[in-house]
């Protein structure tokens, strides 16, 4: 398994944007596909999006299409999630997860074998 550590949540006003980054150690980065889920209070957790290993390959949930944007560096080890128009829905603790093989129809139902702790990101109106 590869360990994860996210960072960069923080609470913004709705309409700002913010950069969540996860960082893995332990194994091949570039072996895995990566991907953010989030949980909103009283919530199930919730895919958001994923990237394939190469990075050119990615995935969103449709609330999320046209603002939140998943990108990777393979030589920095980190997967980033860059969110924009940011809405008070999207209030929530946000993970990312490393999986060896991302289904491409159903990316979401992936196998992800390795998550960090979370980062909390609150959106106030």
């Known amino acids: 398994q590869v360990q994860l550590v996210e960072s960069g949540g923080e609470s913004v006003q709705a309409g700002g944007s913010l950069r969540l980054s996860c960082v893995a150690s332990g194994r091949t980065f570039s072996y895995y596909g990566m991907g953010w889920f989030r949980q909103a209070p009283g919530k199930e957790r919730e895919f958001v999006a994923a990237?394939?290993?190469?990075?050119?390959?990615?995935y969103y949930a449709d609330p999320v299409k046209g603002r939140f944007t998943i990108s990777r560096d393979n030589a920095k080890n980190t997967v980033y999630l860059q969110m924009t128009s940011l809405e008070t829905e999207d209030t929530a603790v946000y993970y990312c997860?490393?999986?060896?093989?991302?289904?491409?129809?159903?990316?979401?139902?992936?196998?992800?074998?390795?998550w960090g702790q979370g980062t909390q990101v609150t959106v106030s109106s």
């Open positions: 997860a490393a999986t060896s093989a991302i289904q491409s129809g159903s990316p979401g139902r992936s196998r992800f074998d390795s």
């Open positions: 990237i394939s290993r190469s990075g050119v390959i990615k």
